[in-house]
């Protein structure tokens, strides 16, 4: 079976080349017999990469440990359920799970577009798979998951422990997604390049396919953040951890993507800047990779140092330099056809909201990148922490905020001020009244998370008021109840009110990471079996801990369980138990904390068992208040709800689709 399934790969990387390079010759010799073996040639590689899949996970399955990529994530005593997912546990399966998904997509697009982008197609053919031989060429030449041992181990080594939690099961192969995904507008916008399309057709045929791409992305976010929350044990979700950034950059340039996009199909604008930002979006995205497989850097969340370091380089060189030759040969074909006409204008305000996000891609690419340039100059790996990341990135991030509760207000092409200043009059007054309540009601007295909140609450009635006058006129104007106007404005225009949807699920996942963030307390004490720890919070109150002993948990496979059992109490009244743990890995010899939290929306407190002496008689915890933290989850799960309606299809009128089929070659054709 092993090596049935690395006859698979090699086969599914000699189609992808063979496809890559007949597509394009078809095209340029006007041999579409040549495009449509190219299309057999795609579709068959997304075949046997399945089939090399699918031997991969028998091989987990069943404890094939004479292959060396099982041996190393995978042993008896795991749940079959971790065995499974152990396919993207390590470097070889992850690369090979990445080649298959891209794959996949390739296979979509062309099952999806053959019939209506026939022009473009042989060239979106080629440069998927390119990409998807590259990935597949790694896995051939450099990280084999069917390699052999010289022996058959009676047992494996296992899945690090750190990844043996549901919601880094799932991270992996969401984040993958979004990553691999933009590789369809990618490709589509060097179609659009080689072919000299100057208009917006690239953007209408890529439009969803790259707002599911964001959505995988941020999910996949999202996600890294809660693992890191609720296993790692350290309080917090974001440290500014290489590995995280590398998912971060291409996110805040794929964002302004989304956005400017729309003055491209509304005003005929930015064709340049938007061929450009997407180019940026996939090379941060395989330099991220890079990173992450690397072992450039080092990371609680990257593999192990590799071969593949100098690949990825090449490829992203070579990727790079090649779009960077069509974007310029290109040039006087991407002149926009309309430019700015006033400062004051929805225009202008998306354009300083790219601005914003690619300053914070700078910052975040620059502070990730900066022990290598450290090391490289001086011989010595300086490491840029947090604090640098949070100073630097706050006063971009409280400028976008604003602009999502302005631009959504202004029109296309020119306002007045006097109309902007009324417009933003009610925002900001309650925006002023919120402050004035987190001051003295509150006691928010801090002028930076005060500010925040201000702009977070300006934002947000804007986008209330926005829903509002749509709702009411619906309701004036055609007699329906609120929740139909309601249901029925969305559905009308989903794109702009999905968005409006996916701004509200942002400011609800800042107001968390404001509160978290400026007011979060911690505190360490060892206590005996009946002692007691306070840990209090200006804006949240007292909370008590009594330490009743230590417990054996239940231990279901592979691991020894010790739970601590913790009686709280909140400004002296009873709130519960909580019961942090430590689970010991038998074969790993590794033990992971996991900790226990108290969640409300107010705050959690969050409660780690560092360690303990003899049989439990002493133990040592550490606790921390998080204030609004779930707002962060809320405000994400919002989020993503936005996006999907954004990108879900609007049904077409009846009458429309009776007008498209009126107009087909079939239906104007005489009668015989």
Known sequence: MPYVGYVA????????????????????????????????????????????????????????????????????????????????????????????????FSTLVLVNKWGSMRIMMPYVISVTQITVAFFVGLVVFVANPFEQLPFFPADGAGLNPMLRHFGMIIHPPILYVGFVAFVIPYAFAMAA????????????????????????????????????????????????????????IPWLVGTPFLHSVMMHENRNMLKRWNIALIILTFALIVEGTFLTRSGVISSVHSFAQSAIGPLF???????????????????????????????????????????????????????????????????????????????????????????????????????SPTKMANTLLWPTLGAL???????????????????????????????????????????RTKGESYPVALSRLVARNRRRYGGYLIHTGVILLAIGIIGSRAYQVETQKNLAIGESMTISSEIIGTYELTYYGLREGDSPDDRIITEAVLDVKYNGEPAGSLIPNREYFVVQEQPITIPDKRSTLADDLYVILAGWEGQGETATFKAYINPLVNWLWIGSFVFIIGTMVAAWPSPKPSRERAASKAQTPEATAPAK
């Open 193 to 248: 390049l080689i072919t000299r399309q100057s208009g917006d057709l690239w953007i209408r045929t890529t439009r969803r396919w790259t707002l599911i791409a964001w959505l995988f992305l941020s999910l996949g976010i999202v996600l890294g953040g809660w693992w890191a929350y609720d296993v790692l044990g350290w309080g917090g979700y974001w440290g500014w951890d290489p590995v995280e950034n590398a998912s971060l």
């Open 9 to 104: 790969t090699v086969l599914a990387m000699a189609l992808a080349v063979y496809a890559a390079v007949v597509a394009a010759v078809g095209a340029q010799r006007r041999m579409p017999e040549l495009v449509v073996s190219a299309r057999n040639a795609a579709l068959g590689v997304t075949g046997f990469i399945t089939v090399a899949i699918a031997i991969v996970e028998y091989l987990l399955i069943t404890g094939h440990y004479q292959t060396r990529y099982i041996y190393e994530v995978s042993n008896r005593a795991a749940p079959l359920f971790y065995r499974v997912t152990a396919l993207w546990g390590g470097q070889d399966g992850s690369l090979l799970f990445w080649a298959w998904l891209m794959s996949i």
């Open 313 to 415: 380089l090449g490829f992203i060189l070579i990727m790079f330099t090649g779009s960077l030759y069509l974007f310029v040969i290109r040039w006087d074909v991407l002149k926009s056809d309309n430019e700015l006409d006033s400062l004051f204008s929805r225009e202008s305000f998306f354009l300083l909201n790219n601005l914003l996000f690619i300053g914070l891609a700078i910052i975040v690419w620059w502070g990730t990148h900066f022990p290598l340039f450290s090391e490289a100059l001086f011989g010595e790996k300086i490491v840029v922490g947090p604090p640098f990341f949070e100073q630097s990135t706050a006063p971009l991030w409280a400028a976008i905020v604003v602009l999502m509760g302005i631009a959504p207000l202004v029109p296309w092409r020119k306002a």
């Open 433 to 475: 009244i919120v402050m004035a309540l987190l001051y003295t009601v509150v006691g928010i007295k801090l002028f930076g998370p005060l500010l925040g909140f201000g702009l977070c609450a300006l934002t947000l009635i804007a986008i209330i008021i926005e829903y509002w006058r749509g709702v009411s006129a619906r309701h």
